[in-house]
């Protein structure tokens, strides 16, 4: 990847389109909200495609993400909490669970920052 400095941030091209960022969100995205973005979107994909492939049903899939920062230590995240919401016919907790854990061994993202960041996930099934 190439990135170029611009008067707010930096930008690279990816096919998808031109990413911007900045510390300004106002003016692209910043630096803080790509590693989260990166983190849970990997986490998602990795567990969307198990589930698939266990044949479960997924119809409605929600994540929510919180992380506590350190401003002593140049505000870096050393915790994330990653909570998913799924609904779906026949979804049982225990096999969720089962299943969250062998994402998370197969995400990349999160496999890059377990050593460094506390990283704690749940599953919930909604009615």
Known sequence: MK???VE???QTDVDYGQLSISSDETKGFRPFQLMIASIVGCSSLVLTKILD???????ELTVEADAQRNPEEANRIEQLSINFFIKGPNLEQTKLEK???IAR????MVRS????IDIQDT?????
């Open 123 to 127: 599953i919930e099934v909604l009615e």
């Open 105 to 108: 061994k197969n995400c990349a």
């Open 3 to 5: 990135f170029n400095m």
């Open 8 to 10: 707010n941030g930096v």
């Open 53 to 59: 492939k266990q044949r479960m049903e997924v119809t």
């Open 99 to 101: 299943t969250l854990k």
């Open 113 to 116: 920052v377990e050593d460094s």
